[in-house]
């Protein structure tokens, strides 16, 4: 193989490399479709941790923000005897969460729509929780989407972040190549707690897996 070929060769699997990663940002195709499948299996250990330090009563409404798969509607399905929704902005992971909830949302206690964080299609003060599994990456510092948790949570109701990647303070963020690809953000948890206290969420409350790998907090809403 020639040296151009070698070099072409090399271009070209780094252009699939990085058009298949960032389906880890907005999943489409059949790549999409492989990654969020990754992403179900991939995640499970984090979410099921992460989960323990959610306090969820039996009547709770729930808002899952960056649904996915529908993977985590399902687990929130089981911890609430309330209606469960779930956004995102992927046709594909709303076509997935769909077909994997399809019996609740037959049951009227499910509804899975297809929307931005920054432009949540409820009313205000709707849910006592919001949740966010591995998607406040891509959004968490933004003023509209914070704006949007906080008008559809109740007074007191809580916004749930639960994460697989954290940022030691003072560190580079970890994988940063593709942090950078995708244009996402890893927060530390100083970093959580400003963005969220300067939006106007209180008690807020941060858990470090052993490994301080993974985080979950809760705030909320005064």
């Known amino acids: 193989m020639s040296e151009k070929n070698i070099i072409l ?3 070209l699997n780094r252009n699939m490399f990085e058009n298949f990663f960032k389906n880890l940002r907005k999943p489409e195709g059949i790549s999409g479709s492989i990654m969020l499948w990754i992403m179900s299996l991939g995640h499970s250990s984090n979410a099921k941790w992460g989960l323990n330090y959610l306090s969820i009563k039996p009547d709770d409404c729930i808002l899952d923000v960056g649904c996915g798969s529908g993977t985590n509607i399902k687990r929130l399905l089981q911890a609430t005897n309330g209606n469960v929704y779930g956004i995102d902005y992927s046709a594909l992971c709303v076509e997935k969460s769909k077909k994997n909830n399809e019996k609740a949302i037959a049951e009227k206690r499910c509804e899975i729509k297809e929307s931005s964080v920054s432009e949540i299609p409820y009313d205000a003060n709707m849910f006592d929780i919001a949740t966010a599994f591995e998607t406040v990456y891509f959004w968490l510092d933004s003023k509209d989407s914070l704006e949007e948790i906080l008008r559809v949570l109740k007074s007191g109701g809580t916004f749930f972040i639960c994460n697989e990647l954290v940022r030691e303070e003072g560190k580079e963020a970890p994988l940063k190549s593709v942090v950078n690809m995708l244009n996402a ?14 939006a106007g969420f209180i008690n807020i409350k941060v858990n470090l897996s052993k490994n301080k790998k993974m985080l979950c907090l809760t705030a909320q809403k005064v």
């Not at 953000?185 to 300067?198: A, E, G, T």
């Open 9 to 11: 060769y090399f271009k």
């Open 185 to 198: 953000k890893i927060y530390s948890v100083n970093d959580y707690q400003n963005i969220l206290s300067s």
